[in-house]
């Protein structure tokens, strides 16, 4: 039972994902193509109301359901990890037109061929696995 | 009703993804979809021949649960939210996709171009879509994270890392747009 809260969410997110059209190939390739406002003031509202919220997290001014602290872990630093993987997954985001929360999304759509980029995508971090010692971080 | 079932303008969506961001961290987790794929490996019994997959899988149960709740979500919105599928893109948007030859451009929400199961079920096509995922899942675990977690958390809470790499993100998505795509189709 202590799942289901977190699949609640999840259904929100699916529909909002839906809704927004961020699950729309178009909706990238527009915001690609800088000829939208759309997902940019979708991103750029979520961050600023994250900001926000990080704000009184760091604040202790909100705290978990159970009453613990919450504690945003920083990202991992390192130009290489961070430009090198943000390209490929760049590129790949304007091709699939999705980025991974999407791609869930649009299963619940019945895209059957969504699936094959799932697979691509367990597969890209498999082989990330694989071969994280010989890449620059 | 007409109010849901009509497209979310970005001022709805931005705010609700903010909210649940905050919800998942109120309730003692976070919000990233990318690291699923590796808990997916995981569960495949990666950890058998790589050992950055030994994990306890079963502490990102919940991340899982959210991604099931977000295909439930996409499936309750395209039965009973949505009685049209069109995007209405900008018309240069579509003008442009014609003329690298991707036609019906926001005619629904993908183009058959890459998602259509004949595209699919044809060499270039399962390609196109098996090589999209490889980078989109290599890219994200390499840079820790994809636009949940490096574009919506981690600017939201100012860190550098994710500003480098969503700049990254628009390095590679403006390269695939304005310089591969054309060459695809």
Not at chain 2, 70 to 91: D, E, H, K, R, Y
């Amino acid at each position: 039972m202590k799942y289901i809260k977190f699949f609640l969410v999840g259904i929100l997110f699916g529909i909002v994902m839906s809704k927004a059209e961020i699950i729309s190939w178009f909706r990238i390739y527009e915001m690609f193509k800088f000829q939208s406002f759309h997902m940019y003031g979708i991103i750029g509202s979520a961050v600023v109301l994250g900001m926000i919220s990080m704000f009184l997290f760091r604040k202790k001014m909100v705290k978990t359901f159970e009453g613990n602290e919450i504690h945003v872990p920083p990202k991992k630093g390192g130009l290489y990890r961070n430009l090198l993987g943000g390209i490929l997954f760049g590129l790949g985001w304007a091709l699939a037109g999705a980025c991974p929360g999407p791609m869930f999304v649009l299963i619940g759509h019945g895209v059957v061929s969504i699936l094959v980029v799932i697979f691509g995508a367990t597969l890209g971090a498999f082989l990330y696995g694989t071969f994280k010692n010989k890449l620059p971080h | 009703m007409e109010f849901i079932t009509q497209p979310w303008a970005w001022y709805v969506a931005g705010p609700i993804i903010a909210i649940i961001m905050f919800l998942l961290y109120y309730f003692g987790e976070r919000f990233g979809v990318s690291s699923n794929l590796e808990t997916f490996c995981s569960i495949g019994g990666a950890g058998r021949f790589v050992d950055y997959f030994k994990i306890d899988w079963k502490q990102n149960s919940w991340n899982l649960i959210f991604v099931a709740g977000g295909i439930t979500g996409g499936f309750i919105a395209s039965q009973w939210l949505s009685p049209s599928n069109a995007v209405a893109i900008n018309p240069q948007t579509i003008q442009d996709l014609a003329d690298i030859g991707i036609q019906n451009a926001g005619a629904s929400y993908l183009p058959d171009e890459i998602f259509s199961i004949e595209t699919m079920l044809t060499l270039k096509g399962f390609l196109i879509l098996l090589v999209a995922g490889v980078m989109v899942g290599f890219g994200a675990r390499w840079a820790g994270g994809c636009t949940s977690g490096h574009a919506i958390v981690g600017l939201s809470n100012l860190e550098l890392p994710s500003l480098i790499s969503v700049v990254g993100f628009f390095i590679g998505g403006l390269v695939m747009t304005w310089l591969i795509l054309p060459l695809l189709f």
